[in-house]
């Protein structure tokens, strides 16, 4: 059972563009959403995390918006660059004392960033 | 430097043997995790293990095996059980606390020729 669902597979941006991905979720347990960028043969790294007690968190180019209601969050890259063609994965995950805090993954999304 | 690191990077094993992919880190985490990464299917969980000397069945946890002896380190064995062992493995950590960053090695890849 799939319980974060990530789309689009792959993505092709120019750069400057923007870069949309997105996740949605079932389990309403879930309250810590974060992003992982992840290049060819390394692991994955953080980029940026959320919780539902905001709807948006921004760092530098890359912000999530999180919709509670609709259960859904996305990543946006904006004026994406070359250097951003990676990988990306969103998870979820409870963070409530006793539940270890395993990550779900979503499948992964392979954005190319063209010149 | 502080980190995670798992070594080999490459690993090959013949069918029907054992292999032990090792995870140590020095940042001081409590909790540590393993993961397998297939093409397409993200990251599944594998084993973790929130203190020394305790650890539970994730996902996918049939045909391995963990110890955690250490704190620091937190090797996975992938046996002969295990069908389709060629992947990419990943370990990651965690600090308990207000965050629920899990930090994740380089990674080693298992071929089974």
């Known amino acids: 059972q799939q319980q974060v669902k990530q789309s689009p597979q792959s993505l092709i941006v120019q750069k400057g563009g923007i870069s949309i991905i997105n996740c949605a979720y079932e389990n309403t347990a879930f309250d810590y959403f974060p992003w992982y960028q992840q290049f060819p043969g390394k692991g994955p790294a953080l980029l940026i995390a959320?919780?539902?007690?905001?709807s948006e968190k921004k760092e530098g180019r890359f912000t999530i918006s999180f919709n509670k209601s609709a259960k859904q969050f996305s990543l946006h890259i904006m004026d994406s660059q070359p250097g951003d063609s990676a990988t990306y994965f969103c998870a979820a995950s409870p963070s409530r004392a006793g539940t270890a805090s395993k990550l779900t993954f979503g499948t992964g999304t392979r954005l190319q960033v063209t010149l | 430097d502080g980190g995670i690191t798992q070594s080999p990077k490459y690993l090959f094993r013949k069918e029907g043997q054992n292999v032990t992919l090792s995870c140590e880190q020095n940042l001081n985490h409590d909790a540590m995790y393993w993961y397998r990464q297939d093409p397409g299917q993200g990251l599944r969980l594998i084993y973790y293990?929130?203190?020394?000397?305790?650890?539970q069945k994730g996902d996918i946890a049939e045909g391995y095996s963990v110890s955690r002896e250490k704190k620091e380190s937190f090797p996975l064995t992938v046996t002969s059980a295990q069908k389709n062992p060629t992947a990419f493995y990943l370990c990651a950590s965690r600090r308990p606390g207000s965050t629920d960053t899990q930090y994740f090695g380089p990674g080693t890849r298992l071929t089974v020729l």
């Open positions: 293990s929130q203190i020394v000397n305790d650890f």
């Open positions: 959320i919780r539902p007690d905001v």
